[in-house]
């Protein structure tokens, strides 16, 4: 009887996911970035359109905010606490990302870049 049920199990699961594409889409990728005055590392990110993205940002030794105007993805980054943000790229480019939450006399410089590929 237990093959019976898990056959109708993976039936279902199989029909949801025909049914919902979201479930069966792939997992996020995730990408880790620590933010530090005056800079991101990496500076450069590489993701690809269309695929769902969770930036994990950790601010080593200030309060920083994270900011990705492009997509309207914006975050306030707590020093040594993890944050994360997730969105799905949905055009091809190279964008700009920085931090907006002043940290000091070079807070102007602390930026990044995205680049979105096929």
């Known amino acids: 009887m ?4 898990a056959a109708c199990a993976l ?9 919902h594409p979201a479930a069966a889409a792939k997992p996020p990728q995730v990408v880790t ?10 500076p450069v990110v590489t993701v690809k359109v269309g695929e769902p993205v969770v930036f994990e940002i ?4 200030h309060n920083h905010g994270f900011n990705l105007p492009a997509f309207g993805v ?5 020093q040594g ?10 055009r091809v480019g ?4 920085h931090c907006d939450v002043f940290c000091g006399e070079h807070h102007e410089d602390m ?5 979105v590929v096929e």
Do not use: N, S
């Open 74 to 78: 914006r975050a306030d980054l707590k």
């Open 2 to 5: 237990r093959g019976v049920a």
């Open 58 to 61: 950790t601010a080593l030794d």
């Open 33 to 42: 970035l620590t933010a530090r005055r005056f800079e991101y590392d990496p």
């Open 94 to 97: 190279v964008f700009a990302f």
């Open 81 to 90: 606490k993890p944050t994360r943000v997730t969105f799905v790229p949905d």
């Open 11 to 19: 039936a279902a699961a199989v029909g949801l996911a025909a049914a």
């Open 111 to 115: 930026t990044g870049t995205l680049q």
